[in-house]
Structures are given as C-alpha cells and as structure tokens.
C-alpha cells in the first residue's frame, strides 16, 4: 500500500521535513484503522456492526422514529434501514410498531435490551480514548487544537 510505505517512510523524518501531500492520506489511513477498531469491538462485545449500532443511537433520539426518519438520519436507502431494522429485531435490539393512526407509517421502538446503547457508546469512548495515552496532555492538546482548525478548515 503506497500510504503505508511513506508513513514508514516520514517515521525516521522530522515534522518539518514532511510533505503537506502526505498528511492527509496519513489521516485518512489512521481514520480506517479507527473505524476498523471500533468494528471489532462492537462485534465482539456486544455482536453490533457499525451500522446497527448507528441506527440504534438514532432510536434512542426519538423513540418513536419511523423507517422513513431513520432513513433520512443515517442518510442510507430505506431498503438498507429494513435490512438493518430486520437483524435488529431478531436479535431482540428493537421491535417495530405500526401505527394506530395510519396503518402505513410503521416506527422503531428500543426493546429493554436496546435500552443499552447509552453504556454501548461508554464502553466504545472509553476503549478510543485508550487510543490517546500513547500521548502526554501537551502532545493531546497541540494535536486535538491542529485537528480542530483541519475540522474548521474543511467544514467550510
């Protein structure tokens, strides 16, 4: 992988002589490795993938969200929602409801079980910040206040 070989390359470097072009792909790579640990580590603690579990804090904003809304919240098809709805109610996550009002309009509900996603999203902040003890506080703050002008950079 082209990436990986010029971070190997830029760990024998100083900051200064890195090249601005080989920053981004760096985070990029780094965001991945993240994304990758935050899979496993639903999977295994608690049999969730990344998208279920999205799906599940969304529920939890607005216990009476439709299909359509989740829809629009997670910014994926419907039929992906369905899919995901799906597999969440049979491993007993969730349940789906259907309207009294208009018998169209069906919408999720958190089963007691579903009612952990607050501790689920503990546990996964607490195993990333376990990520930044390879830090001091100072070396944290420099980069936590450089991320945050690249946020503001880019959000523009």
């Known amino acids: 992988m082209r990436v990986l070989s010029e971070v190997e390359q830029t760990q024998s470097m100083k900051a200064e002589e890195v090249q601005a072009e080989g920053v981004l792909p ?16 639903l999977s295994a603690r608690y049999g969730l993938t990344t998208p ?6 969304a529920a939890v904003q607005d216990n009476n969200v439709t299909l359509g809304g989740l829809s629009e919240q997670l910014n994926c098809s419907r039929g992906n929602v369905t899919g995901i709805v799906d597999r969440l109610e049979r491993d007993q996550w969730l349940k789906r409801e259907r309207s009294t009002d208009d018998r169209r309009v069906i919408t999720v509900r958190l089963t007691e079980k579903g009612e952990q996603v607050a501790k689920i999203e503990r546990d996964l902040t607490q195993e990333l910040a376990s990520l930044s003890e390879i830090w001091d ?10 991320l945050v002008g690249l946020y503001r950079e880019l959000k523009e």
């Open 26 to 41: 760096l985070i990029q790579l780094i965001s991945d490795l993240i994304e990758k640990r935050c899979d496993r580590f």
């Open 52 to 57: 279920q579990f999205q799906l599940l804090k």
């Open 137 to 146: 506080g100072s070396q944290r703050q420099k980069l936590t206040d450089m």
